[in-house]
């Protein structure tokens, strides 16, 4: 029974490899035309697929492809399909509200975790990281719909509170501060806003960089709104509908 299945599963796969090489050559389309429309590079943003719900299998095949950057949101989903693709040359990125109890498996896997907003999680990726001898890249994920001392609906640090986090970061051993993360809020003044806010983003990422000149990433922008994040000026952006199809749904 499971060798049929795994024929099966393997007869469709040239099908999806077409698929996805469609699909990805039309998100490098719209990444290009953004980038020249403001007069950027191509080169000056990288694409992240971002796979969850979807098989290993999918994985390999976008490796095959020239992806070499793939974000996870559930560290249950991310540790065995990151083990499975261990072979392959991928950059791995956690996106997901992150608990602390996961930053052990998590820091097992992932080069950059894109979701940092409060001190007690920088201590634990910290003690992690130096448990497992590895340098973490860390993103503060900024919420532009939370108020001061608070967290957004969705994670995030306020924007007030970014200079004493990066702070934490910058002194903690086994991180390093690489820059900011967002998601385009769905409530407060930049609701519907996705530039404004993509642009109030990189606004903080110029202030942050003149204490810590190295933390130049920002990764903005999704499926919908990669667009207005290039044009913001976003260094990465996170797509995973676009490439991959709308997500079957979680059980």
Known sequence: M???????????LPARKDQLASNLAQVEERISSACAAVGRAREEVTLIVVTKTYPASDVRLLAELGVRHVAENRDQDAAPKAAECADLPLTWHFVGQ????????????????????????????????????REVGCLLQVALDAEVGERGERGGVSPQGVEELAAAVAAAEGLRLDGLMTVAPLSGEYAGRQQAAFGALMEISTRLRTAHPAATMVSAGMSADLDEAVAAGATHVRVGTAVLGVRPRLG
């Open 2 to 12: 499971t060798d049929r299945m795994e024929s099966a599963e393997a007869s469709g």
């Open 98 to 133: 992150l608990q602390t109890n996961k930053v052990r498996s998590v820091v097992g896997y992932a080069d950059e975790v894109q979701s940092v907003d409060r001190l007690k999680l920088v201590g634990s990726l910290s003690a992690a990281a130096v448990r497992a001898g």
